[in-house]
């Protein structure tokens, strides 16, 4: 058998939007990107979306409208994919690495709370919802993430790459502020080739993020003070970028947002199905859940080898790879990276828990399509190397 890390198959109306658009004459952004953000508004629940080219497009749009400069200290989690970290860049902000959970793989309150009481000033967290799995937002004590960032006047953008649909205490990722990002990368829980989405309930932010997505162009500004709108005319105010997404790829994005509570419905019982069988397994530790496994989009199923002397991450990655499975790391840590090690002098010993789970992390296929003798299949080869 073969089977790759990931496959995709359209869901339900893929091609006919897709063709809808090849047919309407007009490919770019137009009514398939705008339905695509009425859809996200109304099942979040919040007042603003914007659609654009990639995660990493919203990321940036929304540090620039948070006002992020120079001056600015960014705290972000070294285990993340390296688009989280270059938008600081892209800013000339400084980036604050910090270790993750060993558990959850996410920043928690306590690592925040340790960050401030070293004294460092943190501007905005950029918060990755890491596999899928929400970070602990609120809790009881009120001293959640949320909670704290308040406390410490710190705004927070959400890096919900992984975590759509996913929520925290019934409240879905994308309905906390102040403004999230999401992905529909090819590989993405739903995906249109390249895309995302980026939301916010913040007037002032979604405004700036709208003029700067295409160009710096204010259309807006001009039909406000011009009587006569000359449909040709407008002005630009800023140097902005190209960020917006086209309808070829919001027609594919529409079809899968249709069907993402069932594709994730899908990934729960695949996840279910490795969890009850991997138990038995002692030199694995599996991902896990804040309680909830509905709560969780289940982007990533990424079990953790316990260090032992008898078998290697390598030798597991090998021996799947020879049984003909696809899988994939996430992520080797930006401490890691020899860009952000150089620049900013990171050392291994600052990230132990990240390091930890990079020595014996690897991804298995949990994609909706994934038949079940295909999920079979991977359950008894990965029994068969670790027993
Ligand atoms: C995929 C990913 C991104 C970037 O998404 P794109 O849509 O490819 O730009 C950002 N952050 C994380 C954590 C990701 O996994």
Redesign the pocket.
Known sequence: MKIPYFRFKPAGNELKYFKEVLESGWLTSSSKAIKLEESFKEKLGVAYALSVN??????HLALEALEVNKDSNILLPTW?????AEVVEYLNANPIFCDVDIESCNITPKILQDVLDKGIKIDVLLL?H?GGRSAILHNEQKEGLIDLCIKNNIKIVH?A??AFPASFKGRMVGSFSDIT?F???AN?TITSG???MVVTDDEEFFKRMKLMRLHGIDRDAWDRFTSVSNKNEYDIVDAGFKYNMPDINAAIALAQFEKADELKEKRISIAQRYLSEFRSIESLTMPSCNGDISEHSW?LFNPVLKRNKFISREDILNKLQEKGIGTSL??KPLHRMTFYREKYNLSKNDFPNSEEIWAGCFSLPIFPDLQEEEQSYIIDAVKEILS
């Open positions: 990639s995660c990493t497009s919203a990321l993340t994919f390296a688009a989280t990755v890491f890096d790459a992984h990002c992905s529909f990368y993405k390249e895309g995302g982007h996430h992520y």
